[in-house]
Every structure is written in C-alpha cells, then in structure tokens.
C-alpha cells in the first residue's frame, strides 16, 4: 500500500540551512522496491519491523539527497519533515521524470510511521506485481473481487475504484502525447 501527504502550500523538508518545499511524502510497505521497480542507490530500504514499530525513519528521493546534503553523506542523518525528525536510512536510485514530475524529491516512510503521522488521510494506492505476466489477469480479477468485497459494491453496480495496469498507463500517456502533437 501507499498514501500520500499533501501539506497546505507544500511539504517542506529541512537539513541544517538546507530547505526543500513540494516535496512527496508517502508511506509504504518494506516491499515497496520489488513492487514497484524502484531501488535504494545507496543505503537501504526501512524493514518490516521499522513498519511495525513505526520507526522514524525514511528513505529520500535522489533530489532531495542533492539539495539538502549536496556532496555530503545524507545517511543517518535527521532531517525535519514538516517539523518531524526522520532519520535518513537510504536514497532512492534517480528515475527519469515524466511530464515535469519530480519522482526524485520525495521523502518515503514507513507506512505505520506514515499512519501515525497522519491518522486522517484514509485513501490508498495499491501497486500490485504478479509473480509472472501469465497471471495478471487472474490477479486483476482477484484484486477486483477483492476490492468489491470489501468496499461493498453490488453486483450489478459499477466499480467505486480505479485500477491501472502498465499497459493502460502506456496507453493514456500515448493518447496524451498525440493530443499534444495535434495541438
């Protein structure tokens, strides 16, 4: 699971004299780098029990690294998040940015840290890897039934949720990229 955090005028992390504003902060599970293809340059990813016991501890995106601690080593050090110390435990690899996005000035927590944080931010992203391509069908079908269930959507009543699949998303940003062509 993810959750973002989105503060009023933008989150603003701070190292020393160091500052960054719209920065994304969210929380995820220890599992996030296999899901979702993303890795740790240099430190590591927070573990299970850091999730469990709500550690204050984070992982940075490659961005971030750069403005706050520039040439210096960002590892162990505590940073303020909106005003709450984390500890720097890993840098996430840079990723390519897509459409001006900033993927790589971004704070990730612990989900349980994240939780206790900020108890009312109640929308969840799930991202989903299925252990072969053969079964993404049956995953997706799994996950809807799933998801169904549990948020109390009838049978004969459209989903109340959205599900992307890689392709789907090459799709939209294909359909988007021609209607910037034609323009």
């Known amino acids: ?5 989105f503060r009023p005028g933008g989150n603003l992390v701070k190292y020393k004299n160091k500052s960054s504003d719209r920065t994304a902060v969210f929380g995820t599970s220890a599992d996030f780098e296999a899901v979702n293809n993303r890795f740790v340059e240099r430190g590591r990813f927070f573990n299970e029990s850091e999730d469990k016991n709500r550690s204050m501890v984070c992982v940075i995106g490659s961005d971030l690294a750069d403005a ?6 960002p590892m162990n050090k505590s940073i303020l998040m909106n005003n709450t110390r984390l500890r720097v435990v890993g840098v996430l690899e ?9 993927q790589n000035n971004l704070i990730a927590l612990p989900y349980g840290t994240f939780a206790k ?5 109640k929308e969840l992203f799930l ?10 069908e049956k995953a997706q079908d799994e996950i809807r039934q ?3 269930r549990v948020r109390g959507v009838k049978y004969n009543q459209e989903d109340n949720f959205a599900m992307f699949t890689q392709e789907s998303a090459t799709q939209m940003y294909e359909e988007a990229t ?3 062509w034609l323009i």
């Open 127 to 136: 991202a989903v890897k299925a252990r072969d391509a053969a079964m993404i």
């Open 68 to 73: 706050l601690f520039e040439s210096n080593d």
């Open 117 to 121: 944080l900020y108890p009312w931010e």
């Open 1 to 5: 699971p993810q959750n973002y955090y």
């Open 94 to 102: 840079k990723q390519d940015r897509t459409f001006g996005g900033g």
């Open 178 to 180: 021609n209607i910037i």
């Open 146 to 148: 799933a998801l169904r």
